[in-house]
């Protein structure tokens, strides 16, 4: 079981040790589901009211926690920071880093991890996988100040999260607002992802991730709610795809 205060605990570790491990490519499409033919032929419902406050407070929070003060981390709540930039303008994604952090991290080039992790973070302050490698590339350095504000960084981005469920059924899955969250939730318990499936319940969206732990041990369905990001992905189709 993926307890909250388990997770939260190997989250710090990650961030300062080697199982952060080499960076892999980023999922297609910046890790989206392939939308559904039964998904498709629906109208997404409208964007909600409050996207737009909570795309403000998610602006209002990058340029605080842009200062790596640590007392902004206490200041922030990253489960609406974290909803802000899913409606934010542009599609967070890795794709354009992956090649680079792969060759730093196989060089021990804590200097440019440290580099590419400032520019993921521009684009994207709730990229949970960015606070961690930064954390570990900034410890390695000696800048403990710095590492210690991306691990907890990290650590409250999984918290909100990990807080309000325990991911084990659909009706305490645990809600992301990016699917590469789903991903990073596994990794701070120490699992690895065997299998995912996309499907649909009582009017809602779900992803379930097969996990287990590396030597084949504890293996259960981890279930992300991921109505919020399915809907959205659906308007932006729509709005690329134009009227019907």
């Known amino acids: 079981m993926i ?3 388990t997770v939260l605990a190997a989250t710090a570790a990650c961030a300062l040790a080697a199982c952060v491990g080499v960076p892999k490519p980023a999922p297609e499409n910046g890790g989206r589901r392939a939308r559904q033919p039964t998904a498709a032929d629906e109208a997404p419902p409208p964007r909600p009211a409050d996207a737009d406050a909570d795309v403000a407070y998610y602006d209002e929070r990058t340029a605080a926690l842009a200062t790596e003060a640590l007392i902004e981390v206490a200041r922030t709540d990253f489960t609406r920071m974290r909803r802000g930039r899913l409606y934010a303008n542009g599609t967070p994604g890795r794709g354009n880093f992956e090649g680079t952090l792969t060759e730093a991290f196989q060089s021990n080039d804590h200097a440019t991890i440290v580099d590419v992790t400032a520019k993921m973070l521009a684009a994207n302050q709730a990229d949970i996988r960015a606070h961690m490698l930064r954390a570990l590339a900034l410890r ?3 800048r403990d100040k710095e590492a210690t ?10 918290e909100s999260i990990v807080r309000t469920g325990d991911g084990r059924s659909f ?3 645990w809600t992301v607002f990016q699917v590469e969250e789903e991903y990073e939730v596994a990794k701070a318990g120490g699992f690895v992802v065997t299998g995912q499936s996309l499907t649909r319940q009582a009017g809602r969206w779900f992803d379930v991730l097969e996990v287990q732990k590396p030597d084949g ?3 259960f369905r981890a279930h992300y709610d991921i109505t919020e990001v399915f809907a959205e992905d659906g308007r932006k189709l729509r709005a690329q795809l134009g009227p019907r």
């Not at 504000?149 to 999984?158: D, K, T, V, Y």
């Open 149 to 158: 504000f991306h691990r907890e960084a990290a650590i409250g981005l999984i």
């Open 140 to 142: 390695r350095l000696g």
């Open 3 to 5: 307890a909250q205060r």
């Open 217 to 219: 041990s504890a293996k």
């Open 171 to 173: 009706a305490t899955a």
